[in-house]
């Protein structure tokens, strides 16, 4: 597809939208339904459209959210794999549209982590079946339902018993006939649809009292016997129940039944443990929040560093050429090999051909750079890294990093990393994936007791 209408990769959004669904279906229902979310949508962004001057971005508003995220959703699921044969059908249907507008929202997070999405219908037999599946590379497989509250008879109010007894009411109800379908590793995804605007303290009001919903459920029984154990996150975005929806929406991940969610105290190895174990599971809620972030410009550049028409704003890259302060204090040129940001500055690594040796100095960031490098790290400097890394502010954090580190090491270098420990020749006949996760671990285990010997200190 192309177009020279297209200034913003939101622009393509829309229009591929509209190819998704169908041209000759959209021309039809526009004129049968015209109050169908999609074409509401679509007429307030374009009236807006017309409104903002080329320079400026649309307005964060319900409408142009809800539009764009529908469209960002089906477009991920298929570059990365392909929508099931009924989501679109049933999209299209007015009746069915606000829970597949849903689903959609959800298979597209589980696509951008990796999964196949597999539709329920195409499973053989009569057993009950979720919204779909989603099956990972390792074979590992997800039952997921997705719902959504049509409706609240409580405005959302903080602190009110009226509103906290509907909603423990509804996820009770949506937990217990989720549970009755007895599914295979289930997720369950709810959404509450709040579009009334929410405070950072309501949000946090609402995560209490979600968590103490669930756990409440957990003593629901089916068939006399306890329910399965199921992964389930609790979502609401406010785009999708208010066309003017001004405040941000939020997620949360909680384990129903499983004591790997508990709170306490547990050792640093059973962390790790845990975190492996649910690694698939988190990786999807990270992409709820890449899903959430629209990427404006065609070249994926973070929207941090994007002027007002959506172009590219010049930062400085590894293995291009520098101007620095020579050893002698005259201006020298050397090529950067590395670059680290911290806050407002970046310590840059210069190499000099000429002088035969290599430097590091100091470079001032922009306030764009620098919001852009908090978030996204080195990565923005051209540095050769599989995903973005932030600051690291736990040691479940610095467990990850150092998997990406070592995930090219030879298994000798592997090894030397661990000689000397106790347990050396243990390690030493461990798998090569073993030995990657053990090295990582052993590490961590020893940056984590020197920082709390420190903090002793």
Known sequence: MSSRSWSFFTDFLVDNLKEVLGQDWGKDASSRMPDFPIFRWLRRLQDTQREVRSDNRLPSRGFVRAILRLAYALYLIEHNDGPPRTMLKRIRHPNTFDAHCYEALVSAAFALAGAKIKGAEDEAGNSPKPEFFAEFTDGKRYAVEAKRKASWKTPFVRGTAEFEQELRGWLRDK???????????????????????????????LRSLI???INEAEEITIKGQPARTAYVVVTNNPEFANDDAISDGFHLLQGFRMDDFREGFIDI????????????????????????????????????????????????QIGEQMVYPGPDGKEAVGVIVDILP??????VVIS??????SYIVTTKLTEQEAIAAAKYGPMIFGKPESKPHKNITNPLEFYDRMLDIYADFSRESLLNQVRGHRDFERFNTLSDKEL???????????VDFQSKAKIGQ
């Open 352 to 357: 000099d051909v000429a002088q035969g040796n």
């Open 269 to 316: 190895e059973t962390a790790m443990e845990w975190h492996d174990r649910h690694r698939a599971i988190r990786r999807v809620l990270e992409c709820v929040e890449e899903v959430q972030q629209l990427p404006a410009s065609f070249a994926g550049v973070p929207n941090e560093l994007l002027d007002g028409q959506g172009n590219p704003v010049s930062v400085p």
């Open 175 to 205: 937990l217990y006939a989720a549970s009755k379908k007895e599914l295979t590793d289930p997720v369950y995804w709810f959404e509450l649809g709040i579009g009334e605007t929410v405070t950072r303290e309501d949000i946090e009001y």
């Open 211 to 213: 968590g103490s919903a």
């Open 342 to 347: 911290a806050d407002d500055v970046a310590w």
């Open 436 to 446: 990657h996760t053990r090295v990582a671990r052993e590490l961590t285990k020893v």
